[in-house]
Nanobody, 115 residues
């Protein structure tokens, strides 16, 4: 049974930091590209950051220099370190795994940036 379980979301003030984790099980984690998406009500889900099986990373412009995606293949976990958080980063953040025409999603974790 495939599972992606996110954790680490919460309420943080502008300028603060959070670290999201996504624990994967039920598939060959190291073979998959892992991504973090986010979604706010009324908008499409957007890709925030991705990390390939080789460790190459990509980010949307609005988070470059503030967010860092990483993976620990030994622990089947992908992380998103979020620094210098802004009000516009408020969203539900989803973990995504993609490879070989297959795609899996987590249930999401809420990140709220508010003063």
């Amino acid at each position: 049974q495939v599972q992606l379980v996110e954790s680490g979301g919460g309420l943080v003030q502008p300028g603060g930091s959070l670290r999201l984790s996504c624990a994967a099980s039920g598939f060959m984690f190291s073979y998959y590209t892992m991504n973090w998406y986010r979604q706010v009500p009324g908008k499409e889900r957007e890709l925030v950051a991705g990390i390939s099986r080789s460790g190459s990373t990509n980010y949307i412009d609005s988070v470059t220099g503030r967010f860092t995606i990483s993976r620990d293949n030994a622990k089947n976990t992908v992380f998103l370190q979020m620094n210098s958080l802004k009000l516009d980063d408020t969203a539900v953040y989803y973990c995504n795994a993609r490879a070989y025409g297959q795609e899996y999603w987590g249930q999401g974790t809420q990140v709220t940036v508010s003063s």
